[in-house]
């Protein structure tokens, strides 16, 4: 069956069952069901926030092709948190105030979210996030998200050093954000389980222009590769750092736009490699019923978006789907029973890997859906 066709029908089954559970009227006499995200749409979070935007909004799109959920229409509100914790509270407050949004789905900037969280939870809102959860119990209680574990992400790039290459010891080189701390004390925890030694470990903002005194303090410490943790252009900053002090070290980074990657790959060759999504590589994968679910998504982000790295909208779009069947199941758009009836999701395909959620996991992916890759002849190659 043609994907288009297989799109259609899923959507159609989703619109349908929500119809006849909820016996309602049809979509055009409901209010609107409003999705607020909150994302990173200028500063250091912009190429992956505003995939993740537009991946919920396809997902939208697509549903409300079929009449919407529960007889309303989806309806998404946008605020730009410009990549920074504080403009984060002024969205989040702004989109419950003024928009009286029912369900947040939003972006991958975890300071923001944490900076938020308790605002949200007091108002009982769910937020199906982008990002690492908050800290605090009664704000997880309102938070779950489509990211899995940081350790997934720096196990991936340690297999590959132990299994391929002769490279023992590695540093550490990593932004300020929550979810790169995580990665770093996760990679300083496992690194000798993998039997690798961590030899230095240095930090940058993610507006240096420089990075070379860093990666000169790790290159001698003896390390053979770099663990490079962090979004955006300092990735390319590290590259060209790399290049211009002759080093021989290697670059793992962590998950990120393919927009990014190219040109550093362009610098680095192979010496260069990233963890990547299941849906980077859909080319590249056996079948299974993870592509399959890729598949679903790809036809309406292709037609709309091209060839546009496809990673993290497929993630926004997990999270409306997976904020639906939620819906659909408690049979009520109430915050409430949005939050309560998440915590029951189990099984669930997505197209980043399978989610199951419970009232003491709100990280709903706990297998690694993972690969290693690297870009050659500008097309993407899994290496492990």
Not at 128 to 152: D, E, R, Y
Not at 281 to 303: H, M, N, Q
Not at 316 to 333: C, E, P, Q, R
């Amino acid at each position: 069956m043609p994907m288009k066709q297989n799109i259609q029908r899923t959507i159609l089954a989703v619109a349908v069952t929500a119809a006849t559970l909820a016996g309602v009227q049809p979509a055009s006499s409901a209010e609107a069901l409003k999705i607020g995200i909150s994302a990173g749409l200028t500063g250091y979070a912009a190429t992956v926030d505003r995939a993740w935007r537009d991946g919920v909004q396809v997902a939208a799109d697509a549903l409300n092709a079929q009449g919407g959920v529960m007889g309303r229409k989806i309806e998404v509100v946008v605020e730009d948190n410009r990549s920074e914790p504080q403009e984060a509270v002024t969205v989040y407050r702004k989109m419950m105030s003024s928009d009286n949004v029912d369900v947040f789905i939003s972006g991958c900037v975890s300071a923001g979210n944490f900076a938020a969280a308790s605002m949200v939870a007091k108002a009982e809102k769910p937020m199906m996030l982008c990002s690492i959860l908050p800290q605090q119990a009664a704000q997880v209680k309102w938070a779950f998200t489509t990211l899995p574990p940081a350790g997934f992400e720096v196990e991936k790039r340690f297999e590959y050093l132990r299994d391929k290459t002769d490279i023992r010891k590695v540093g550490v080189l990593h932004d300020p954000t929550p979810y790169a701390l995580l990665q770093k004390t996760v990679a300083q925890d496992v690194a000798a389980k993998y039997g690798l030694q961590v030899v230095g470990v240095e930090s940058y903002k993610q507006d240096d222009a420089d990075l070379s005194v860093q990666i000169s303090k790790i290159q001698a410490a003896g390390a053979g590769a770099i663990i490079k943790i962090g979004l955006g252009g300092t990735t390319l900053t590290a590259a060209k750092n790399l290049k211009q002090l002759n080093s021989n070290m290697l670059m793992l980074t962590s998950l990120e736009d393919l927009a990014v990657f190219k040109p550093v790959a362009e610098v680095l060759g192979d010496k260069f490699f990233f963890v990547a999504s299941p849906s980077q590589v859909y080319d590249a994968l056996p079948d299974s019923a993870t592509k399959a679910e890729i598949g679903k998504f790809l036809g309406p982000w292709r037609a709309k978006y091209g060839d546009r790295d496809p990673n993290w909208a497929s993630r926004g779009w997990d999270g409306v789907m997976l904020t639906v069947a939620a819906i659909v199941n408690g049979k009520s758009a109430e915050g409430p029973a949005i939050r309560d009836n998440i915590e029951k999701i189990t099984g669930f395909q997505g197209t980043t890997g399978v989610y199951n959620f419970t009232a003491a996991n709100h990280q709903g992916i706990t297998q690694n859906p993972f690969v290693l890759a690297t870009i050659a002849g500008n097309q993407v190659k899994i290496v492990q």
